[in-house]
């Protein structure tokens, strides 16, 4: 358990696909100011954790806990509305929308406790979309697609992120700036759930680590300990 104050703690989360069950008795928590890596290889249900903990999928069992309040039998626009943001990972902004319509669509008022984010503080966060305000979402790269969907999501003023594979299929330089984002998110108090393939990048911005394989955990630690485990790398990691 982290000696941080929790902010999201998951106890016995059990998920399915249909009959097929995903997830098998999965815990882990995040604390408060804190980036937690969900790693592991494609298939190992990192994302279906994800979908789990903001509401989107049907049939799970399990205990989920938000800053104190159980979410597990709510909605998911009452889980965002705590203050959960998700970005997931297939980039899902308003083509026909400008930057600056689609970072309007994500406002939320203001959360205590929680940064308080402004067009203008995200662009200062993310200089490429200060350079194309009016450009319509549908006429960016995907890695600038990305950068807007977290945009949009920190418009909510989340206490919590979960960011679902951030550094997938995009150019290094977008990988190097997502990094930058991350731990600046870290150094505003904002805590990070990270879904993340990549050993390094996961190293370069998480404090902790848990490992998921077939969906049952199989390590959790630090980054450190997990860089010097090598059968856990080789194992459960490694492709």
Known sequence: MSAREPMLEVAGLNAFYGRA???????FEVGRGEVVALMGRNGAGKSTAMKAVMGLLPGTSGSLTFRGHGIAALPPY???RLGLGYVPEDRRVFGDLTVM???DAGRQPPREGAPL???ERLFRLFPNL????QRLASRMSGGEQQMLTVARTLMGNPHLVLLDEPSEGVAPVIVEQMANMILQLKREGLSVLL???NLHFAELVSDRAFVLERGQVRFEGTLDELAR????RRDYLAV
């Open 117 to 119: 984010w402004t067009p």
């Open 195 to 197: 879904s993340e393939q």
């Open 78 to 80: 009452r889980i965002a």
């Open 101 to 103: 319509e689609n970072l």
């Open 229 to 232: 485990d090598e059968t856990v």
């Open 21 to 27: 069950q995903v997830l098998f008795d999965v815990s």
């Open 130 to 133: 200060g350079e194309m305000r």
